[in-house]
Every structure is written in C-alpha cells, then in structure tokens.
C-alpha cells in the first residue's frame, strides 16, 4: 500500500521560514523523482519543486529559487523542503509526489503519480 505523508506545514509571518517533509512507503523510493506542489484556493495546482531520484538534479519554480531548497534521504525514503523568505504568495496547500517523470517535465503534475493529501502553509503579511 502506497503512502505518502506530508508535514510540516503552519503558520508563520512573512519574512519566516517553514520545513516540510513528506514521509513515503509501499514502493521503491529511489526509483522515482520526487516533486513539491501547491494549490491555492481557486487557483491549479503548480509545481514548487522537484528532485531526481539521485538527488543530484532539483528544479525550481522561478519564484521560488534562491528561497525553497529540496534535498531527500534515500535511506528515510523522505523528501524535504526548505522555505525560507516567506511571502505571503506562498501561502497554499502544499502536496508531496513521487513520479517516473516520463515526459522531461519534472515540475509538471501529470507526471507524478502518487501523491500525499497535503499540508497547509499559510504566511501572514
């Protein structure tokens, strides 16, 4: 059975800083890239980051680069990120997933194909 589990999320004022983690289990970790997305309300969902299975590769959303670092720990079968510089943009449920990332677009959320339930981010101004 497949989990995926995110934490980490809360509140926090803008400036601040937030780690998530996303905990997984029930397929072979290092098999697959793993990517940070968020949705705010009435708005699609868009990809923060991402992660190759290595770790060696990691992509960025322009607006988040040089604020949001993505790392992961093949031996905890866990992904992180790091959000520092907070905005109030930011603010957003935040959801973990792992994909094969068949079609080179590793910030694309049709390649993923298991994904967590969330956690909230919400940065107050």
């Not at 400036?15 to 997984?24: D, V």
């Not at 289990?25 to 290092?30: A, E, H, I, L, M």
């Not at 322009?62 to 109030?88: C, P, W």
């Amino acid at each position: 059975q497949v989990q995926v589990v995110e934490s980490g999320g809360g509140l926090v004022e803008a400036g601040g800083s937030l780690n998530l983690s996303c905990t997984t289990s029930g397929f072979t970790f290092d098999d697959y890239a793993m990517g940070w997305f968020r949705q705010a309300p009435g708005k699609e969902r868009e990809g923060v980051s991402a992660i190759s299975w290595s770790g060696k590769n990691t992509f960025y959303e322009h607006s988040v680069k040089g604020r949001f670092t993505i790392s992961r720990d093949n031996a905890e079968n866990t992904v992180y990120l790091q959000m520092s510089s907070l905005k109030a943009e930011d603010s957003a449920m935040y959801y973990c997933a792992a994909g094969r990332i068949r079609f080179g677009d590793p910030l694309n959320p049709d390649e993923y194909n298991f994904w967590g339930q969330g956690t909230q981010v919400t940065v107050s101004s």
